[in-house]
C-alpha cells in the first residue's frame, strides 16, 4: 500500500488555514498542523476582547482545538525571538526612519517561508500549505514556479507574498487560491470547526487593536517624540505627536486649521517635522523602489507591466526600469495618489505575480 504524502500546514488559528488543514486532510494527505507562537501579549500592551488580531494565546488555543477534530498531529513552534528581530524591529526602525512598514510581508518572507518552511521539511512534509488566497503553478515551459493572484479578487493576498522566491515556491502550496471566502467557510463547516464563522484577524498581531501610540510608548518611544507640522515652504503650522502616528495621504488627526484641507505628504525623521500640503502635492508619476524579488527571470531592460502601491489598489498601468543595485524605477502610465515609501510596489502582468520591491 502507498504510504500517504505528508504535508503541513502553517495554522494561525483562523478560518482559512483551518479549512486548508481540512481540505487536505479530505484529499487524504497525512497532515500536520504548526503553529508559530510569536507574540506574547502578556508582555505587550493587553489586548481588548474585541481585538482583532491573529497569532493571539486564543489563536493558538482554537488552532489546538482544529487539530484534534481533524485528528492531525499538532506542534506549536515558539518563533518570538527570531519574530521580534525580524519583524517587529524592522518595524519600529522603519517608523523611526519616517516610513510605514507592512510587518505581514516581512513575517511570510522570513518566518513562514524560511523558519516554518524549513521545520516542516525537517518533520517530513514534502510541501508547506497556508490559507493565502493566491495560486501556484509551475510553467510548462521552463518548469520553473510561478505565484499568481487569487480568483476571488476580493480576497486576493498575492501582493503580501512579492518577496517569495522561486525555490520556496516548490515548497509552498495555496490550496485556497481557486475558491472563494464563501466557500472556504463552507468547507470549515462541513469539517464540523468550531470556527466556521470566526471574524477575520484585522489589526496587527503585535499592535492590538490598532493602538500604535501604546505599542511605541512602550517599546520605542522615542518614535513619538512631538515635532512641528511644517507646510511645503518651511511654515511652522502646528505640532504633531510623533511621526509614527501618521502616514502619507493622512488627513484627519491633524489638528491644523487650514483654509484649504491639508494631507500628510511626507515624513522628515531626519528633522522629526510633519510635512503637509494640498491633496495634489500627493501626486506622483513615479518611484523607486529597492530590494526587488522576481519571481520570474530578472529582466535587464524596460517593460510594461501592472504595478500596485498598496494592497487596497489595484495595479495601475507601468514601465519598469531594472537598476544595477537590484532595485527598479516604476514610471506610471497616469499619476499615483500617497505613495509612501516602507510599503510595497508589486508588478503584475495580469494576474501573474513578476515581483516586487520597497518603495523608497
Same mark, same amino acid.
Given at each position: ?9 502553517? %495554522? ?23 503553529? %508559530? ?27 489546538? $482545538? ?72 509551475? &510553467? ?70 490598532? &493602538? ?28 504633531? $505627536? ?27 525623521? &531626519? ?11 500627493? %501626486? ?66 495580469? &494576474? ?9
Amino acid at each position: 500500500m502507498n504510504e500517504k504524502k505528508r504535508a503541513a500546514v502553517a %495554522m494561525s488559528g483562523g478560518v482559512d488555514s483551518s479549512a486548508t488543514a481540512a481540505l487536505l486532510v479530505e484529499q487524504g494527505y497525512d497532515v500536520i498542523g504548526l503553529t %508559530m507562537q510569536l507574540w506574547d501579549h502578556g508582555h505587550s500592551c493587553a489586548p481588548s476582547p474585541n481585538s482583532r488580531t491573529c497569532c493571539a494565546t486564543e489563536d493558538v488555543q482554537d488552532a489546538r $482545538h482544529v487539530a484534534e477534530t481533524l485528528g492531525i498531529p499538532f506542534y506549536v513552534i515558539n518563533l518570538q525571538e527570531a519574530f521580534r528581530q525580524a519583524v517587529v524591529e524592522d518595524f519600529i526602525t522603519t517608523y523611526a526612519h519616517g516610513q510605514t512598514p507592512n510587518p505581514c510581508v516581512r513575517c511570510n518572507q522570513i518566518l513562514k517561508f524560511e523558519i516554518l518552511l524549513d521545520r516542516a521539511r525537517q518533520l517530513g512534509a514534502e510541501f508547506l500549505a497556508t490559507g493565502h488566497y493566491a495560486r501556484c503553478t509551475v &510553467d510548462p515551459v521552463g518548469h520553473a514556479p510561478q505565484l499568481w493572484r487569487g480568483a476571488d479578487r476580493a480576497k486576493d493576498q498575492s501582493y503580501f507574498l512579492f518577496a517569495t522566491t522561486r525555490e520556496q515556491l516548490q515548497h509552498i502550496r495555496f490550496p485556497l487560491g481557486d475558491i472563494s471566502k464563501a466557500r472556504t467557510r463552507a468547507l470549515a463547516a462541513r469539517a464540523g470547526l468550531h470556527l466556521a464563522d470566526k471574524r477575520e484577524s484585522q489589526d496587527v498581531c503585535f499592535v492590538p487593536d490598532g &493602538d500604535y501610540a501604546a505599542f511605541f510608548a512602550q517599546h520605542a518611544p522615542h518614535a513619538i517624540t512631538p515635532g512641528p507640522i511644517v507646510d511645503r515652504d518651511g511654515k511652522i503650522l502646528g505640532q504633531h $505627536h510623533g511621526l509614527a502616528r501618521y502616514t502619507v495621504g493622512q488627513r484627519r488627526g491633524l489638528g491644523v486649521a487650514a483654509p484649504h484641507p491639508l494631507y500628510v505628504i511626507a515624513l522628515d525623521a &531626519d528633522n522629526n517635522r510633519l510635512i503637509v500640503g494640498p491633496n495634489e502635492a500627493l %501626486m506622483r508619476d513615479e518611484l523607486v523602489c529597492a530590494q526587488v524579488n522576481w519571481i520570474i527571470d530578472a529582466p535587464s531592460a524596460p517593460f510594461s507591466c501592472q504595478a500596485r502601491i498598496r494592497y487596497a489598489a489595484e495595479p495601475q498601468p507601468a514601465t519598469v526600469t531594472p537598476l544595477p543595485d537590484g532595485g527598479a524605477q516604476v514610471a506610471f502610465a497616469q499619476s499615483q495618489r500617497a505613495v509612501t515609501p516602507g510599503q510595497a510596489c508589486v508588478f503584475y502582468q495580469e &494576474d501573474q505575480v513578476l515581483g516586487g520591491g520597497w518603495i523608497q
